[in-house]
């Protein structure tokens, strides 16, 4: 496709754009289709600058999310992207049933950038217009879920010998009534 160093317009810097796509129509109308479809946000490897919760029991928050992988000029330098602020963030929830484990700063998970401005729908908190006419546009990031950190030290463990609780400090139950069915308890 293009390289960055194969083309000087002679300006003091290269561009994306090498002789080779300038000498059809073809050519041309791909190099446009590519760059249009170039500043597209689908998704993206991002890291947690700042959480507005810090696991309570509250509505699900916002993050603050820097994008990792840098965008390129044409002389082929990097060009970090700035944070992205109040991005939503997905809580596994049903209901008023949730697993609480809000993401921390420094965590690095996956972005997904909505097709429309999501504003309205969020502050709604249901059905809403678009507040604008963005698309596939980075303020409209939507923070998923880690995808790499370092070995848990407090977890929920499902294997086929079965289930394992972990923590390193106390697990505590808040329940009117607790019931526990088992034909052997180990101390």
């Given at each position: 496709m293009t390289n960055f160093d194969s083309f000087n317009r002679g300006q003091g810097f290269q561009g994306s754009v090498d002789a080779g796509?300038?000498?059809s129509d073809y050519n041309t109308l791909h190099s446009t289709i590519a760059a249009i479809i170039g500043r597209i946000w689908t998704s993206a490897?991002?890291?947690v600058m700042a959480v507005t919760n810090a696991g309570g029991v509250s509505p699900v928050g916002?993050?603050?999310l820097l994008p990792l992988v840098n965008q390129i000029?044409?002389?082929g330098n990097a060009v970090p992207h700035g944070t992205i602020h109040q991005c939503p963030y997905q809580r596994v929830q049903g209901g008023g049933n949730a697993v609480i484990m809000d993401p921390q700063v420094g965590d690095i998970g996956v972005a997904l950038f909505a097709m429309r401005d999501i504003d309205s729908a969020i502050a709604n908190k249901g059905?809403?217009?678009p507040g604008s006419f963005r698309r596939y546009n980075p303020a409209d990031a939507i923070y998923l879920y880690t995808i790499a950190g370092s070995a848990p030290t407090q977890?929920?463990?499902y294997t086929a010998s079965g289930?394992?609780?972990t923590s390193p400090t106390?697990?505590?139950i808040n329940a009117p009534q607790v019931t526990i069915n088992a034909t052997t308890i180990a101390m």
């Open positions: 796509v300038v000498g490897p991002v890291q916002f993050v603050d000029d044409g002389n059905q809403a217009n977890y929920m463990q289930i394992t609780i106390a697990v505590t």
